[in-house]
């Protein structure tokens, strides 16, 4: 009996029982991935194979362990999406045939798909990049495939927070450590195609274009003008080499009919040749999401941002940084928000029960920042405010000095991961923080100087 009709058997015999799915993303893509693989090398035998296609398309993949789910539909038959990958319940206006419509996203092309549980990784580890709730998240696979050179899984994906206007496309790949999103653009109503940069092979740079799937050409310009066919992966989804000039480069995608419906620049890389975070600023400081999480107040805060900075919420990013209350009943939000285009800068939003809420926004983020602050002030109940230090991850005990001279104090709060609630005086003197790295080491501080320089405005630091 041929290796081919022993996995078939093992299969057909496998229906009676459905195995738990693995933990691990990585682990069950990439053994979906070694299966693809000697499905491959198994079209040699012709006539087996035939045989062997023709009986899988009727048995389920029962575990991670199953082949993986390749979804290529035609383009005249659109497939019904799976369950992870429900279209989003949240109305939108009647797009156009090329254009993303969030209440019918694009079929998924490519494989192995994403099973469910994996999917739901890949949806909170998003939702904390971004600073919202998982369930406020929908998270939309539309292209995947095996990078050979890593054997990694990587994928094109679109994602909304349904409390909000925030949208955003851009690759994923499979990680030792976990999901990592290696590329991130803004996702708009009338998007007709998804251009990522790629990281490179060897010595090349590559563009991957993901449009709709009845799409009948993607071409690539290295000069801007003389179009070349890029190289088809699955319907509406084509790669090509970058190896024009970076300020002429142009990707564009043509219809059904013929037309045009996309034309613009290639994405830059870095010069390292890593694909950027599309959209993202430099000064980012990563440091993920502290706190409760509390999806309608981060976004009464980003829409206050966006109202200090005189634009439209559509215009702006941002990630959150930590969310906390206190027992007079003020909730808050510590962020980092950016205007599309521009630097991101520290804001802090505090909501008071029968106050209108205030904003408090900071100077744009330096490079190496080690904490970020901002001042509860007319707290209910208290005659004295309280300072909020967000230091960076893995620092050490944080430690406030009153007055020149004076004992730094140990204020580190337990259960925190870090941040400090420190009381001061409505009239402070000259005060400062202390933060320690995390060996501790009273001789190499992360930061030391006075709290002024952490709650400085935008325009001033008095």
């Not at 693995?22 to 053994?31: M, N, V, Y």
């Not at 993303?100 to 998003?126: F, H, I, N, V």
Request: net charge negative; proline share 10%.
């Amino acid at each position: 009996m041929s290796p081919i009709d022993d996995e078939l058997r093992a299969a057909l015999h496998g229906r009676a029982a459905v195995l738990a799915p693995s933990p691990d993303p990585l682990a069950g893509i990439e053994r979906r991935a070694r299966r693809m693989r000697r499905n491959r090398a198994a079209t040699a035998v012709a006539g087996s194979v035939l045989a062997v296609a023709a009986i899988a398309l009727a048995v389920p993949a029962l575990s991670p362990e199953a082949a993986p789910r390749v979804s290529t539909p035609a383009a005249s038959t659109p497939a019904s999406p799976s369950p992870s990958e429900a279209p989003s319940p949240v109305p939108s206006p009647a797009a156009a045939p090329a254009q993303y419509d969030l209440a019918a996203p694009w079929a998924y092309r490519g494989g192995p798909t994403l099973d469910p549980q994996d999917l739901a990784t890949y949806t909170r580890k998003w939702a904390s990049t971004v600073g919202v709730a998982a369930d406020e998240v929908v998270f939309t696979p539309l292209y995947g495939e095996i990078h050979e050179p890593s054997q990694r899984f990587r994928f094109v994906y679109a994602a909304y927070v349904k409390s909000s206007d925030m949208m955003e496309y851009g690759l994923a790949m499979s990680r030792e450590a976990g999901p990592e999103f290696l590329s991130r653009a803004p996702l708009t109503r009338d998007t007709t195609a998804m251009p990522v940069p790629v990281p490179g092979d060897g010595e090349f740079l590559s563009l991957l274009v993901v449009a709709a799937p009845d799409t009948t050409g993607l071409e690539y310009a290295p000069n801007g003008a003389d179009f070349r066919a890029m190289t088809a992966k699955a319907p509406g989804v084509g790669i090509d080499a970058v190896d024009g000039d970076g300020a002429l480069d142009r990707v564009r995608v043509l219809g059904s009919d013929g037309s045009e419906v996309f034309s613009g620049p290639v994405p830059e890389f870095s010069d390292s040749g890593e694909a950027p975070v599309v959209g993202r600023p430099d000064n980012l400081l990563g440091w993920g999401v502290r706190g409760a999480q509390d999806a309608e107040l981060v976004g009464r805060a980003v829409a206050g941002f966006a109202a200090r900075k005189q634009v439209t919420r559509q215009q702006v990013e941002h990630q959150v940084l930590f969310v906390g209350d206190n027992d007079s009943g003020q909730t808050y939000v510590v962020l980092q928000g950016w205007v599309q285009g521009q630097r991101a800068q520290v804001f802090g939003w505090v909501e008071t029960p029968g106050r209108e809420a205030e904003g408090q926004l900071r100077q744009l983020t330096e490079p190496g920042t080690a904490a970020v602050a901002i001042l509860l002030t007319g707290i209910p109940g208290r005659t004295t405010d309280e300072l909020v230090v967000v230091p960076q991850p893995a620092t050490g005990e944080v430690f406030y000095r009153a007055e020149p001279g004076a004992d730094p104090q140990p204020v580190s709060t337990p259960g925190l991961d870090g941040v400090a609630l420190i009381d001061r005086d409505q009239m402070p003197g000259e005060d400062s923080i202390v933060l320690l790295d995390g060996n501790g080491d009273l001789d190499r501080p992360t930061f030391d100087g006075p709290v002024s320089s952490l709650l400085c405005g935008e325009k001033t630091c008095s």
